[in-house]
Structure formats: structure tokens, C-alpha cells
């Protein structure tokens, strides 16, 4: 089996679509390279594959080794250079945001130095977060995924279940993984043929937290099913879709790490106004009805959005110029305006600050540090396997 190197596996499951799975997969493994630890990432979300694309991967060819498939090298491990230190408020902060190489006056009269730490107190709820204090030495990370297998980023998979079936079977015993401490399997909506076949073939080959040998010791010749993060939105559609998927985990014995509200609140970049756009809360109140833990919140960031999608490193503080400025500010200039748009404003070096990997990036992101408390809980649960089973609400 494949799986032989892995030592943890940890299912990302969601009932209902659109919820951010991926997106949180990959904060999830991100964060968990941060912290020292290998990872992988097993997308197998066949006909909507979007892990590639989150991690800028998705021109990587997957390569045929003896006995199998070699996952897609995301970067190895490494020790990372320190960033400069990023100011930004949380979710429920209304505190300006603070960019780089600026200064803001907060509304209680303290001015603080971008870029420099600053010597008074932060807002009320605000949040300081210095990337020098993050652990530099990164685990590896490395992925796989049916995209790295398509023609093109637009082909469809239009298969029946049988054969999604046999897909899934595949990846998971033709994949020769690394020496892994967590796998991250990232998957599609609802409890369908994937997952029933997830789960069959898990419990057919790995060990559960409670599994020992005869003299009452946990066997390390398997990998540990370490259970599963539920992700969600605040909303209660979706909260009643995503209940589904904890009664699936009850029916299977899949035992759950946490669940995740996603998209609760969005930051404004300018001001740091904090909007609930799809409620918040329900996340939390789920979790509490069915007995599992409550991981955490994590609000909208456009700044992640330009990082997966353009490679930018986060910045927070500045205004988008507009388009009338942009014309007037390319007047005489020849070529359309959109191919000024992405150079308009840039600073001298300021190209410099996109270099890099997303790793290395990702820690100038506001979601961060939320998402290395997640990650410290997940791994808390997972090293001493405390992962519950669910609990049907009366």
C-alpha cells in the first residue's frame, strides 16, 4: 500500500459545495509546513480539482514511477528568510489596516509605524502579528490530484461512479509518498461514491487513534486515521448541508478533529471595518449540538485571493486606484489600459516583494495566525488522539 509512509491522515469534508474546502486545505497544510511538519495533499475532488491551481502547480506533471505515481513537489524543506513584520486587525476589529512602509493614526490618537513593530497597545480585538516569530525550518509538500493527470484546465470528467470509484482506490494505493507526518485529503461535496469509497478503503487499510497491538501498544507499520475538519459557512443553508456530513461521520465511525467556519465576516482592506456577510456563529453552534470541537472562524481575505491566484504577496492598507485616475495617470501612454492596470502604483523593488514561494508569501497573509491556532489545535488532537466521535443532537 502507498500509504506506508504517511503517519497521519486527516479528511477535509464539507455536505455542501462552495464552502472553501480547498482553500482551507491548503491554509491547513500550509500552516502545518510552517510548523516543521511534512505534508501532503490528496485532492480527490475529481471533477472539480482546484488544489493545483491554489498551489501554482498546475502546469506540474505527475511522473510514473515502479509501483506507482510520484506526487507533484510543492517545495522541499527549508529554512525561510525573515519577512517584515505585518500589522493588520482580526475579523472583529474596526482598526485601520497597516500597510508597508506607511503610518496610521488610530482613532484613540496613537500613530503606528508600518513596518516597524509598534511600542503601543494594539487596538481593542487587534491583532499584531510579527512572521519573525514563526518557525523558519518548513516541512516539505507535496500534492497529487486528477488535474495533474487532464489535458487541460477545461477538460470535464464525465464518469460514473464506478469508475470515480476505482479512481479513488488508485490514488490511494498507486501514490509513492514521501515520508509524511500529515496527509491532507481534500474532498468533494456531499457523501457520495468518493467518500463511501474513502472510507472503505481507510478502514480496510490504515488504523484508527485507539488501534494497538497485543502487548497494548499503537502499531506504526499503518498509517493513523487521524479523523476528519469539517468545514462550513455561517450561513444555514449551509450549516443544514454540512450537518449531513457529521452524520455521515457518525454512520462510518470517522471521527471528527473540528469543524471550521469559513467566510465569517470580511475585513476591508482600507478602513478594517469588519462586515458579516453571510451571518456568523452557525458554524459554532453546530459544533456545540453535536458534541465536536469548535475550531475556528476565518473571514473573507481578498489579499489570499491575489496570492493563490496572481502569486502577489499580501499587502494591507492601500486604496485601489480607480479607473478614471489609472487613464488620466496613463494618458499618452501606448497600449490598452488594462495592461497598466497590474503596474500602476508599484514602487521601486516593489516587484521583488512577489517573489518567493507561496509558503514563504502565505506568512504576510492576515489569515496566518489564524490559521496557525487551528493548526496548533489540530495537531494537539491528532498527536494525542482525542478526536471524538460524533454525537446525534436530540
Not at 116 to 125: A, C, E, Q, R
Not at 129 to 145: C, K, N, V, W, Y
Not at 158 to 172: S, Y
Request: proline letters at 8%; charged letters at 20%.
Amino acid at each position: 500500500m502507498s500509504l506506508e509512509n504517511i503517519r497521519n491522515i486527516v479528511l477535509v469534508l464539507s455536505g455542501k459545495g462552495g464552502v472553501g474546502k480547498s482553500s482551507i486545505t491548503t491554509q491547513l497544510a500550509l500552516s502545518l509546513s510552517l510548523a516543521g511538519h511534512s505534508v501532503g495533499i490528496l485532492d480527490i475532488d475529481l471533477t472539480g480539482p482546484s488544489i493545483p491551481r491554489l498551489l501554482g502547480i498546475e502546469s506540474a506533471k505527475v511522473t510514473q514511477a515502479p509501483g506507482g505515481w510520484l506526487p507533484v513537489e510543492v517545495h522541499a524543506p527549508q529554512t525561510l528568510p525573515p519577512p517584515q513584520p505585518i500589522t493588520y486587525p482580526t475579523p472583529e476589529s474596526s482598526q485601520p489596516v497597516i500597510a508597508a512602509e506607511d503610518s496610521v493614526d488610530l482613532p484613540n490618537g496613537n500613530t503606528i509605524r508600518v513596518g516597524i513593530p509598534s511600542t503601543t497597545s494594539p487596538p481593542t480585538n487587534g491583532h499584531i502579528h510579527d512572521p519573525r516569530q514563526a518557525p523558519f525550518h518548513t516541512g516539505s509538500l507535496h500534492a497529487m490530484s486528477l488535474a495533474f493527470l487532464l489535458a487541460s484546465r477545461s477538460a470535464a470528467v464525465v464518469w460514473r461512479g464506478p469508475k470515480k470509484t476505482a479512481m479513488v482506490r488508485q490514488f490511494l494505493t498507486s501514490v509513492l509518498w514521501p515520508p509524511t507526518d500529515y496527509l491532507l485529503i481534500d474532498t468533494p461535496p456531499g457523501t457520495s461514491d468518493e467518500h463511501i469509497s474513502l472510507v472503505e478503503t481507510l478502514f480496510k487499510d490504515v488504523k484508527s487513534p485507539s488501534s494497538t497491538n497485543g502487548n497494548g501498544t499503537s502499531s506504526l507499520l499503518r498509517p493513523q486515521l487521524a479523523g476528519a475538519v469539517i468545514v462550513t459557512t455561517p450561513q444555514a443553508v449551509a450549516i443544514s448541508d454540512v450537518r449531513k456530513e457529521l452524520n455521515f461521520c457518525q454512520k462510518t465511525g470517522v471521527k471528527v478533529l473540528g469543524v471550521v467556519e469559513n467566510m465569517s465576516g470580511y475585513v476591508c482592506e482600507c478602513c478594517g471595518v469588519s462586515t458579516n456577510l453571510f451571518s456568523k456563529g452557525g458554524g459554532e453552534v453546530m459544533a456545540r449540538e453535536f458534541g465536536v470541537p469548535f475550531l475556528g472562524a476565518v473571514p473573507v481575505d481578498a489579499q489570499w485571493g491575489l496570492l493563490v491566484e496572481q502569486g502577489k504577496r499580501p499587502r494591507y492598507g492601500s486604496v485601489t486606484t480607480d479607473r478614471e485616475e489609472m487613464e488620466e495617470s496613463v494618458a499618452g501612454v501606448d497600449g490598452p489600459i488594462e495592461d497598466m492596470e497590474q503596474d500602476l502604483g508599484k514602487q521601486d523593488g516593489e516587484e521583488d516583494l512577489d517573489a518567493g514561494l507561496l509558503v514563504d508569501k502565505y506568512r504576510n497573509c492576515s489569515l496566518c495566525p489564524i490559521f496557525e491556532e487551528i493548526t496548533k489545535q489540530v495537531i494537539e488532537r491528532v498527536e494525542s488522539g482525542t478526536a471524538v466521535s460524533v454525537i446525534k443532537p436530540v
